[in-house]
């Protein structure tokens, strides 16, 4: 993606301590994150803009009164 860690983390909605275990101690994600991953992979674009669509509507939710 071209993307820093603290970005590619912050844009897909990861955080940046699984981030760091899978690149720097080579943990494994487990499935599902494997294939968010592989989904990102193909689509960066659209993964992006689903993962903060997902963020609006959850801030939206927030400022509810």
Do not use: M
């Not at 275990?21 to 674009?45: F, H, S």
């Amino acid at each position: 993606t071209g993307l820093d860690q603290i970005s590619f983390a912050q844009r897909f909605g990861i955080t940046l301590e699984e981030l760091t275990d899978w690149e720097t101690w080579g943990r494994v994600p487990n499935r599902v994150i494997w294939t968010y991953l592989k989904v990102i992979e193909r689509e960066p674009e659209l993964v992006g803009r689903a993962a903060e669509a997902i963020r609006r509507v959850r801030l939206a939710k927030v400022q509810v009164p």
